[in-house]
């Protein structure tokens, strides 16, 4: 596996978390008043995380999501099943 510690930079200092906090206070702001007037605008800006469990039960009988991507040198490839015990992420060089 890559040594993933060469791209990480300085720790952000208080300031940097606070104008952080407060920019994302403000996108929340911002995309509870467009769910108002454009709620399908909204919810494509919103991502919510799907459980394992929720993409298992959606899952066809007899049927395995595969998904792969790179990063860096490397790709990764996750596999579910809709009744295996347990899924698998992997490293594929």
Not at 30 to 44: C, I, K, Q
Not at 49 to 66: D, F, G, M, N, Q
Not at 77 to 93: K, L, N
């Amino acid at each position: 596996m890559r040594d993933r510690s060469r791209i990480r930079g300085p720790a952000p200092s208080a300031a940097e978390f606070e104008a952080i906090n407060v920019k994302e206070q403000e996108l929340a702001r911002t995309l509870r008043d467009v769910s108002t007037v454009d709620p399908e605008y909204a919810s494509m800006q919103q991502v919510s995380i799907a459980t394992l469990e929720s993409v298992r039960a959606v899952l066809p009988k007899r049927t395995t999501l595969i998904e792969f991507f790179t990063a860096g040198d490397e790709i990764l490839v996750f596999v579910i099943g809709r009744t295996a015990p347990g899924s698998s992420a992997e490293s594929v060089r």
